[in-house]
């Protein structure tokens, strides 16, 4: 089954890198999950976190950068490459570490549109500051 990703492509237009929530930036919530898994709030909390980690889109496609949040209720960010002027990467001593952190991109018309969690974000920066070079954006 294709995500939304793959769903809402426009013709000519092509995924070339997806990033995945980072684990280690849930990993408050499946801690408690786990310490609590015996209580039904805990097993909640790990359904909560499973949901939230299959359903997160990230992905730079030669056109646009696409981000999708949520299963029932859905946000997105979609902005186009020749529209960023910047990205910001924000990681703390943690996700310096296990190599996760958030990405804020700003663009005309958007000004910061954050994108949390990433797993690998400076190659998420990296990969889409080359497509955008290559596009000529």
């Keep these: 089954m294709a995500g939304y990703v793959e769903r809402n492509l426009i013709p000519g237009e092509e995924v070339t890198y997806q990033a995945k929530l ?3 930036h849930m990993s408050p919530q499946i801690i408690i999950g786990i310490l609590t898994s ?4 805990g ?13 997160t889109e990230l992905a730079i496609t030669n056109k646009r950068v696409i981000a999708k949040f949520g299963f029932i209720r859905r946000k997105t960010i979609e902005l186009n490459l020749k529209k960023v002027e910047s990205m910001r990467v924000d990681q703390g001593i943690i ?15 958007n000004p910061q549109a954050p994108i949390p969690g990433i797993s690998a974000p400076m190659e998420f920066r990296k ?11």
């Design 22 to 24: 980072s684990l280690w």
């Design 38 to 41: 015996w209580f039904v709030v």
């Design 43 to 55: 097993l909640v909390i790990l359904l909560a976190v499973f949901i939230r980690y299959k359903s």
């Design 95 to 109: 996700g310096r570490i296990f190599n996760f952190g958030s990405v804020v991109v700003a663009g005309a018309g």
């Design 127 to 137: 990969r889409f500051f080359e497509l955008q070079e290559t596009v000529g954006a």
